[in-house]
């Protein structure tokens, strides 16, 4: 018999032989040793009702159940007196928002590409409105934490209405939601200070 055949089926007998013990390994709220076939999407070593419960780390740095930890994705909405084009410069520079010109090269090849990225948009009428999207990173309990952000800096008088609003950058990642929420709206605060 052909030796990566033999490889293969050692594997997958491997794979399978955890379905009997029912101990799976998860890592950030994700089940890493659960297997699915890959054609039909079926589950292989577990019973998606009996998996145990998924576990994550709060922002204490505590093993906690994942359903605990709040909402993965918010928003927050600030009134300023800082006027919307000061609002725009110092929420742009504190968040981690970019613009065309943080590009190495606008006209070039990656460049192009991660402007057509789904999470990045550049919107602007400098005087009136702002609305920007990007990747950001916020960390929480010594861990680092990849975002979806959207932010929509409107003039409002003299001042300022901003809406922030996040997501997990990947959904298998959990974190502290209330704490993210805490860590974000401080960030703009004082961004806006």
């Not at 860590?183 to 200070?193: I, S, V």
Request: charged share 20%; proline share 4%.
């Amino acid at each position: 018999m052909d030796i990566k055949v033999v490889g293969v089926a050692l594997v997958a007998g491997l794979a399978l032989s955890g379905c009997a013990a029912q101990d799976h390994y998860y890592s950030n709220g994700v089940c890493v040793t659960c297997f699915d076939n890959p054609v039909t999407g079926e589950p292989l070593n577990y019973d998606p009702s009996e998996t145990p419960q998924k576990v994550a780390t709060n922002a204490e740095g505590q093993t906690v159940d994942a359903k605990s930890l709040g909402s993965q994705s918010g928003s927050v909405d600030i009134d300023s007196r800082v006027d919307v084009d000061t609002a725009y410069a110092r929420i742009k520079s504190a968040m981690g928002f970019r613009s065309p010109n943080d590009f190495e090269s606008p006209e070039s090849t990656t460049a192009k590409m991660q402007m057509g990225d789904v999470a990045w948009k550049h919107d602007r009428t400098p005087g009136a409105y702002y609305n920007l999207g990007d990747y950001g990173r916020q960390t929480l309990g010594g861990t680092r934490y990849s975002i979806l952000q959207r932010v929509q800096i409107e003039k409002s008088g003299a001042g300022s209405r901003i809406h922030y609003s996040w997501a997990p950058a990947d959904k298998r990642t959990l974190y502290d939601g209330d704490a993210m929420e805490s860590a974000l709206t401080q960030r703009l605060n004082a961004a806006l200070d």
